[in-house]
Nanobody
Framework: QVQLVESGGGLVQPGGSLRLSCAAS????????MGWYRQAPGKQRELVAR???????NYADSVKGRFTISRDNAKNTVYVQMNSLKPEDTGVYYC???????????????WGQGTQVTVSS
């Protein structure tokens, strides 16, 4: 079993910054893709950013140039640095990882419990 624990959410004023972290623990051989998603009240969960095991990234158009996703494979951790935050960035942020528990095994998708980000003056 794999557990993902997020941290770093909170209340920030427009234009401010936050850095979210998500650490995986448990039965892990390798982590393929890692990503961040968010869900605003009354809306569907949407992709924020993803990073492959090789470091390739992709971002939602709404966050390009403001958010940066990164990963530390030694720590089984994914980060997202969020700058120039806007009220529309408000929501619950979830991390997601595709994890192989052992060599030559199929991977499974895991989600964190979510962390609240509120951008408001």
């Amino acid at each position: 079993q794999v557990q993902l624990v997020e941290s770093g959410g909170g209340l920030v004023q427009p234009g401010g910054s936050l850095r979210l972290s998500c650490a995986a623990s448990g039965s892990i051989f390798w982590i393929y893709g890692m990503g961040w998603y968010r869900q605003a009240p009354g809306k569907q969960r949407e992709l924020v950013a993803r990073i492959s095991s090789g470091g390739q990234t992709n971002y939602a158009d709404s966050v390009k140039g403001r958010f940066t996703i990164s990963r530390d494979n030694a720590k089984n951790t994914v980060y997202v640095q969020m700058n120039s935050l806007k009220p529309e960035d408000t929501g619950v942020y979830y991390c997601n990882m595709f994890v192989a528990p052992q060599a030559h095994s199929d991977g499974d998708s895991y989600w964190g419990q979510g962390t609240q980000v509120t951008v408001s003056s």
